[in-house]
């Protein structure tokens, strides 16, 4: 059985090692960035990125303008299912849209 880590892998760990040791958030963004840029599916990558961004007070969509449609159909279907869906309003507050 093969041990060895994914490069990927270790990228991610090392960022979140560095946002948890309180380190400018704005490299690590880079660092998620650069993770979702190869594996555009990396699920962890982008959870802990658009939280970077709240955290930043920017919205993904400014920084990742491609995703911004897509985000803000998503965000409107989640609403038309669950019209009282407290923590998606204020998610869609953040965003601006």
């Known amino acids: ?3 060895e880590i994914n490069p990927i892998e270790e990228d ?3 960022a979140l090692s560095r946002y948890k040791a309180g ?3 704005i490299p690590i963004v880079q660092d998620f960035q650069k993770i979702i840029q190869q594996i555009p599916n ?5 959870t802990c990125l658009s939280w970077l961004q ?14 911004k ?3 803000k159909e998503s965000v409107e279907d989640g609403l038309s299912r669950y019209p009282d869906w ?3 309003t204020k998610v869609k507050k953040w965003l601006e849209f």
């Open 1 to 3: 059985m093969n041990n």
């Open 12 to 14: 991610f760990n090392a």
């Open 23 to 25: 380190q400018d958030l």
């Open 42 to 46: 990396h699920f962890a990558a982008w």
């Open 54 to 67: 709240l955290l930043l007070k920017k919205k993904m969509s400014m920084m990742m303008p491609d995703v």
């Open 69 to 71: 449609s897509e985000l």
């Open 86 to 88: 407290p923590e998606l």
